[in-house]
């Protein structure tokens, strides 16, 4: 069984950064979450993906899966939230899931995801729900808070709007 272990900040130079996925706001505080239906089941997750070689950087990396998935443009200047490392226990190195937050730029109309055909919802609400729909404990609410933390610092994000809704 895997281990994972968050950490805030830059992925160690000698770590491989395996994907890279979003914690991204809109300029009224409200965070995208992709929301997948299947078997009248929902999984709310962080849109984002595996590096490329097409790929200039780990910003081009976000901003490549964000429009594939999710048919959303980024504004440039995405900063390092951290890394999750992830230890397969399989005598292999482990290997970096690391996120970024970035400003929404513009939401288009849904479209199906090049790389698997499907075509996601994209629900538009606060970083306190968007950790509880993620589910991911602690692990997850140190990531949003910490990316919230960022966007007001580097974003200067003042308003915080409460509408949560699907576009």
Same mark, same amino acid.
């Given at each position: 069984? $895997?281990?994972?272990?968050?950490?805030?900040?830059?992925?160690?130079?000698?770590? /491989?950064? /395996? =994907?890279?996925? @979003? *914690?991204?706001?809109?300029?009224?505080? +409200?965070?995208?979450? +992709?929301?997948?239906?299947?078997?009248?089941?929902?999984?709310? !997750?962080?849109?984002?993906?595996?590096?490329?070689?097409?790929?200039? !950087?780990?910003?081009?990396? &976000?901003?490549?899966?964000?429009?594939?998935?999710?048919?959303?443009?980024? =504004?440039?200047?995405?900063?390092?939230?951290?890394?999750?490392?992830?230890?397969?226990?399989?005598?292999?190195?482990?290997? $970096? =899931?690391?996120?970024?937050? $970035? #400003? #929404?730029?513009? #939401?288009?109309?849904?479209?199906?995801?090049?790389?698997?055909?499907?075509?996601?919802? +994209?629900?538009?609400?606060?970083?306190?729900?968007? *950790?509880?729909?993620?589910?991911?404990?602690?692990?997850?609410? !140190?990531?949003?808070?910490?990316?919230?933390?960022?966007?007001?610092?580097?974003? @200067? &994000?003042?308003?915080? !709007?409460?509408?949560?809704?699907?576009?």
């Amino acid at each position: 069984m $895997a281990i994972f272990t968050w950490h805030n900040g830059n992925v160690p130079e000698e770590m /491989k950064v /395996k =994907q890279v996925y @979003g *914690i991204v706001f809109t300029n009224d505080g +409200r965070l995208l979450l +992709r929301v997948e239906r299947k078997d009248d089941q929902i999984k709310y !997750s962080l849109a984002g993906g595996k590096p490329e070689i097409c790929d200039n !950087s780990r910003e081009g990396t &976000l901003k490549r899966e964000f429009l594939e998935e999710v048919n959303t443009t980024l =504004q440039d200047g995405a900063y390092i939230v951290g890394y999750q490392q992830v230890d397969e226990e399989n005598g292999k190195p482990p290997y $970096a =899931q690391m996120r970024l937050t $970035a #400003i #929404i730029e513009f #939401i288009g109309a849904k479209q199906p995801d090049p790389d698997n055909g499907q075509t996601y919802d +994209r629900l538009l609400t606060t970083p306190e729900r968007a *950790i509880e729909l993620l589910n991911w404990g602690e692990v997850g609410a !140190s990531q949003v808070n910490e990316a919230l933390r960022l966007a007001k610092e580097y974003f @200067g &994000l003042k308003e915080f !709007s409460t509408k949560e809704e699907y576009v």
